[in-house]
């Protein structure tokens, strides 16, 4: 985490678990409107949506996790990321909102590490009882794609 | 139809003196004294004298001259431009711009006029000179074929043509046949224009030129007689061409289905393991980038070409409105693509009439409020990366948010509890709702209520997004955001389950509607004028559910020759659509081209539907 010694991120739920992603990843959170499935695509791919004027596609991050599918409700958001080149979307249960903690108080997540599949997860927020596990999006979408479509993920 | 591309052509460069000199009168108003301003009204005013009278449009002529004759004298008399003068110079350039209109009736004194000739070669130059000479001085010359450059490079025929607007052709006639060398004067009345109207305008631009360069060629020995030649030929070497702007077009859609093309390849090439193939893919993908490229650059103009008029419509609107309002326009140089540009004017025209009429306060209220009397509304647009964009900001009275609400829940276009929920910023958006009016009464330019709806889905479904910004009291500020080019395909819109996915055009053949489909061994099959024909369900072929009610058929052919026919469920329509960049991660999904958003602000996907089967 570099010279900072705060970490600011997005936290969601997801499948009753709760997830945050940095705030430097996150570009906008936006209630899910209409979207437009993709056909042939992989699965995790949802759909996509214009986002003034692009075509934006849209992720389902319980897909990508194996988690059991879920209807959209009034809870559910879109939080849109910038990858390298692009904006994609990540479809969430609901956001929480933002956690700030200081860096001696993220954890290395060290039973997940050794597993080379889940690079993605940097780190493991405790505040009080909470445990919020942090996700490196950019690292997620490059597993994801090498992966494969089939596979889903084990958290 | 030559005839109406040469029409179209001295049309355009009216229209462009016309704008110009709006601006330059609107400017003169707030600087009435300014000689510069004055000296190039005067100039356009003539040039639309020159241009009119090649042409043969003596009424616009004898307006522009009237224009020209009053700036003259207050030239002379080195006295500023009042009010009455600088409306008299308005009238005349709407009256010009009213005879541009009316004007239909041909031109009858246009003659064909072929002349023939056995010059001796080392006279061929200057007798073709002679010509020019000849006809500019007793008619108009329109154009010559073959043009200038050629003539002046020697290349001279025994046979030239020439289309000359003229009165006396006897006259004429007479005069070519007293140069030696002319066995024969043909004229002909001109039924068909075959004259070549970019060669016509340049004519009529270099005509003064010309005729000095021949004075000299006439006076000159011979030995100097190359020189001059070479003097003419760089003069006439030509850095810049006017191009129509249908050619322009056509290159353009062109393109775009060299890029479809392109993406087709891609998709093939991606399923061949060949390093060879795949270099010379790059390759290709390289050039068509680079042409698509150069031929956008080709198609930007600065928004100061069209928004110039806005001047003139604000200054109108605010005397009709007994308001006093400033436009100023920055970022003019700012270039759009043409076709982006023609789409914005509505809009644009449709926010400043907003801002006019709901914006800008009348002059005794703004005082009240402690604002200047006078308000503005400025423009400006400039580049952010790849988009462009547009500021359309007024000083008046703001978007109240809570009035909005309040009227889009009177309208019953939104519930009280949504109204409530709503935040201020959102609610400026209420104004963008089909069939929201603030007005009681429906004024003549503003308060129809199609408004704003209009404005915004056009710019979605141009591809870009429109914000509203207000502060109560303070002002409104719209900012509409565009790619600054697009490539244009055309599409046919077919349904499949729920969603519309585009099919280009170019590769559809026919599309008919099946009462029935006959299948052979489970095979869907049809009969289409004793030919039978394969077809395949497009929902099967994208993996979609889908409980067919019609049967359409979409017809295409592939390259080998054989058609098929695609099923689909309903058939929206053709469309004309601008292809936006594919999601990486998307890339490379099977049997899908691109991504375009359709006109309802949807996004579609282009199916490639020679790859599907």
Known sequence: MGGRNEVQAIAFLLNNEVYGIEVQQIKEIIKVKDYVTVPNAPNYIEGVINLRGQITPIVSLRKIFGMDKRPLDENSRIIMVELESEVIGLIVDSVLGVISAACNDVVKPPLLTSNDGNSFLTGIIRQGDQLIILIDVMKLMNDVKNRGSQKSMEV | MLKEKYEEVYFSEILDHIRTLNDILLNLE???????????????????????????????????????????????????????????????????????????????????????????????IIKSFL?????????????IDPPYDMLSSGNVPQMITAVVSVHDTEKLKENLLKIEGITSVEIHPLEKLDFNCNEAIAASDRMNEIEQLISTVESGTKENTGAIVDLIRDKYRLSEIRVNVKSLDKLFNLVGELVLAKSRLNNIVKSLDSNELKEIQRFLEGVVNEIQNEIMSIRLIPIGQVFGVFRRMVRDLSKEFNKEIDLIIQGE?????????????????????????????????????????TGTIK????????????????????????????????????????????????????????????????????????????VKS?????????????????????TIRLPAS???????????????????????????????????????????????????????????????KQNYVVIVKKADDKEFGFLVSDIVGEDEITMRPFPQLLQGTHGLLGASILGDGKPTFIIDVMTLV
């Open chain 2, 30 to 124: 707030k600087d009435p004294k300014n000689e510069a301003l004055i000296m190039e009204a005067l100039r356009i005013f003539h040039s639309i004298k020159g241009d009119s009278a090649v042409i043969g449009m003596d009424k616009i002529a004898e307006i522009a001259h009237e224009g020209e004759n009053l700036l003259i004298s207050i030239k002379e008399n080195k006295s500023s431009i009042n009010k009455e003068i600088l409306n008299k110079l308005l009238n005349y350039i709407d009256e010009i711009d009213n005879y541009l209109g009316l004007i239909y009736n041909k031109n009858k004194n246009t003659f064909k006029i072929i002349i023939y000739n056995n010059f001796k070669e080392e006279l061929k």
């Open chain 2, 131 to 143: 010509i020019i000479k000849t006809l500019a001085e007793i008619g108009n010359l329109i154009s």
């Open chain 2, 333 to 373: 140089e700012t270039a759009v693509d043409r076709k982006i540009l023609e789409e914005l004017i509505d809009p644009v025209i449709h926010i400043i009439r907003n801002a006019v009429d709901h914006g800008i306060e009348s002059p005794s209220e703004r005082l009240k409020n402690g604002k200047n009397a």
């Open chain 2, 379 to 454: 423009i400006n647009a400039y580049r952010e990366a790849s988009n462009f964009i547009l500021d359309i900001e007024d000083d008046g009275k703001g978007i109240d948010p809570k009035v909005v609400k309040e009227r889009a829940v009177d309208m019953g276009l939104i519930s009280r509890s949504r109204a409530e929920a709503m935040s201020d910023e959102e609610a400026l958006y209420l104004i963008c709702m089909p069939g929201f009016t603030t007005k009681e009464r429906v004024s003549k330019i503003s308060g129809r209520g199609v408004g704003m709806s209009a």
């Open chain 2, 458 to 478: 056009k710019i979605e479904a141009m591809g870009g997004s429109l914000i509203i910004k207000s502060i109560v009291g303070l002002g409104t500020k719209i």
């Open chain 2, 486 to 548: 697009m490539a244009m395909i055309k599409i046919l819109v077919v349904k499949v389950g729920e969603q519309c996915y585009s099919i280009p055009l170019s590769d559809v053949i026919e599309i008919v509607q099946l009462k029935e489909v006959k299948y052979i061994k489970g095979q869907p099959f049809m009969d289409l004028r004793g030919k039978v024909i394969r077809l395949f369900s497009l929902s099967e072929l994208l993996g979609i559910k889908e409980n067919r």
